[in-house]
């Protein structure tokens, strides 16, 4: 005679493997009742799904940024899935809020995903959830970023985050912090300031410079000292600290920070958008 699930026995599987309620029972039913086996069963349906859909694309997803209780150490990961539809569903937003809060402890992808998680490993889980939501899901992207008085920032909807870094803690630190990871988000940054921007960009934008003045027929002498004085407006738009700040177009990042204590500096960021 065949095994019949009681309805305790699926509920108690669906609750520890997020499994729907037919695939839990038929699990249960295909293990003859044996718990342990029937959440193998899912884990093994996990990875033949895993299998068939590694080809997709996982271009949706939650981006979670998270800083440890000393505000020493923070960390921003994407867990990608293919549909918007499954990135805004709760589960899967409390999952990558797990992984991320998780992800304080490494510093990289590959050990966060070798990492234990409800008694298996982070990387078992993304293919026992690819089995039971039917889409890609991976950790797409992970960043770490270490020093003083850090804070978080996402924004509404889990598409872009950022955490800040400052020089040293001081009263009201960690709330500039915040202020300057939502310009971060909001205003993406290309660098932390004129020191830190990429030669290839400089390059970039001192050519572009130059091919409109040549257009807008400005004396050859006159190019260089223009497109330099362009460049210098770059910076000021282009890098955090010499923004504008959201929140006081009147003043520059920098000096928001600095109202705080005038030994406070910005000295790092890191931000990740979907």
Known sequence: ??????????????????????????????????????????????????????????????????????????????????????????DFVKLANELAELALDYNTKEELLKAPYAGITVEEKLTEQTGVIGEKIEIGNFQTIEGSSLNAYIHAGNRIAAVVALSGEYDGAKEVAYDVAMQVAAMNPVALDETQVAQSIIDTELNIAREQLKAEGKPENMIENIAKGKLQKFFKENT???????????????????????DLKVTGFIRYSI
């Open 1 to 90: 005679m065949s095994y019949k699930a009681t309805a305790s026995e699926v509920s108690k599987l669906r609750n520890a493997t997020g499994a729907g309620m037919m695939d839990s029972k038929k699990a249960l039913e295909e293990a003859g009742g044996d718990f342990d086996k029937a959440v193998e069963i899912l884990r093994k349906k996990g990875q033949k799904v895993a299998a068939n859909r590694a080809d997709r694309e996982s271009t949706e997803g939650a981006v979670i940024a998270k800083v440890n209780a000393a505000h020493n150490k923070g960390v921003i990961i994407a867990l990608n899935c293919e549909t918007d539809f499954v990135a805004k569903n709760e």
């Open 240 to 262: 955090l600290v010499h923004q504008a700040s959201i929140k006081d177009g009147k003043v520059a990042v920098q000096d928001v920070v600095k109202a705080v204590n005038p």
